[in-house]
T-cell receptor
Framework: DAKTTQPPSMDCAEGRAANLPCNHS???????VYWYRQIHSQGPQYIIH???NNETNEMASLIITEDRKSSTLILPHATLRDTAVYYC???????????FGTGTSLTVIP | EPEVTQTPSHQVTQMGQEVILRCVPI?????FYWYRQILGQKVEFLVS????????KSEIFDDQFSVERPDGSNFTLKIRSTKLEDSAMYFC???????????FGSGTQLSVL
């Protein structure tokens, strides 16, 4: 089952940074934090993942607290196309599958 | 970027009929998955498949469901006798080593009438 807690919905103004929080207080030492998003009913799209260090790629930044019990996904300049449901998932890199929670529905407002 | 391909994009069937959903995972991937999403609900894990056998399955994946990798490229999900509650979007996913991110297909919308 999902081991993360996310707010059900958030709004963000277009062009501003979107900061999506996630709590994973029971995360284990070998579990990574993954972020995916789903636009309408399309297949989930990978965004970023990390273990304990902050990560950045062309899509987003991931900030993981020092105790690893929470993280924040940052979309630096949100666009209308970033409107989607964002899922925070913890997963050990041992071949087991992802459990999706209910995610955060992000609406980017013009 | 390589893609997971699913066919058909939409399938309509009568209750009690058998359906086969097809997926072509990314060519060098070894781990394969099926998920489903009932309208308005979360994405649910069904089954994972590695080395020609099921490695993990959920409670949803009962005797009515089966998976197969009939050749070197396709990965199929069969529902033997469909029920109304099987209506959902079905997603196939794959990954290379099991230690990497999952790549998802665009899904097959199954409608059982």
């Amino acid at each position: 089952d999902a081991k993360t807690t996310q707010p059900p919905s958030m709004d963000c103004a277009e062009g501003r940074a979107a900061n999506l929080p996630c709590n994973h207080s029971t995360i284990s030492g070998n579990e990574y934090v993954y972020w995916y998003r789903q636009i309408h009913s399309q297949g989930p799209q990978y965004i970023i993942h990390g273990l304990k260090n902050n990560e950045t790629n062309e899509m987003a930044s991931l900030i993981i607290t020092e105790d690893r019990k929470s993280s924040t996904l940052i979309l630096p300049h949100a666009t209308l196309r970033d409107t989607a449901v964002y899922y925070c998932i913890v997963r050990a890199n041992t071949g087991n599958q992802f459990y999706f929670g209910t995610g955060t529905s992000l609406t980017v407002i013009p | 970027e390589p893609e997971v391909t699913q066919t058909p994009s939409h399938q309509v069937t009568q209750m009690g009929q058998e359906v086969i959903l097809r997926c072509v995972p990314i060519s060098n991937h070894l781990y394969f998955y099926w998920y489903r999403q009932i309208l308005g609900q979360k994405v649910e894990f069904l089954v994972s498949f590695y080395n020609n056998e099921i490695s993990e399955k959920s409670e949803i994946f009962d005797d009515q469901f089966s998976v197969e990798r009939p050749d070197g490229s396709n990965f199929t999900l069969k529902i033997r006798s469909t029920k109304l509650e099987d209506s959902a979007m079905y997603f196939c996913a794959s990954t290379g080593t099991g230690y990497e991110k999952l790549f998802f297909g665009s899904g097959t919308q199954l409608s059982v009438l």
